[in-house]
């Protein structure tokens, strides 16, 4: 059975950084697209990074674009992002999401939430200013 758990979030002040971890249980990331979705109250889920388990390089959104660090540690399988330079309106929940796919299918092309099969139950992330 496929779960994700996410942990790390709180509250932290605009410019402070935060760690988020996302750990994953009944399959490996190597031929799983792996990535953070947020969504902020009253807007729809939007991507934020996606990283091919099998390596590559990781997409990210615009909005998060240096500033956000996305990576893996395979041996613990497990998912991390790292957010820098928060601002406040990176305050939303935030969804670690698995779906297996070619490396080609894990970029922007590809980020609809919809598309995605597997889901962590979320976490707190909450900036202020």
């Known amino acids: 059975q496929i779960q994700l758990m996410e942990s790390g979030g709180g509250s932290v002040q605009a410019g402070g950084a935060l760690r988020l971890s996302c750990a994953a249980s009944?399959?490996?990331?190597?031929?799983?697209?792996m990535g953070w979705f947020r969504q902020a109250p009253g807007k729809g889920r939007e991507v934020v990074t996606l990283?091919?388990?099998?390596?590559?390089?990781?997409y990210y959104a615009d909005s998060v674009k240096g500033r956000f660090t996305v990576s893996q540690n395979d041996a613990k399988n497990t998912l991390f992002l790292q957010l820098n330079a928060s601002r406040p309106d990176d305050t939303a929940t935030y969804y670690c999401a698995a779906d297996r796919r070619s490396r080609g299918a894990c970029g922007g092309t590809y980020s609809a939430y919809d598309s995605f099969t597997y889901w962590g139950q979320g976490i707190q992330v909450t900036v202020s200013s």
């Open positions: 990283l091919y388990g099998g390596g590559g390089r990781p």
């Open positions: 009944g399959f490996t990331f190597g031929i799983y697209c």
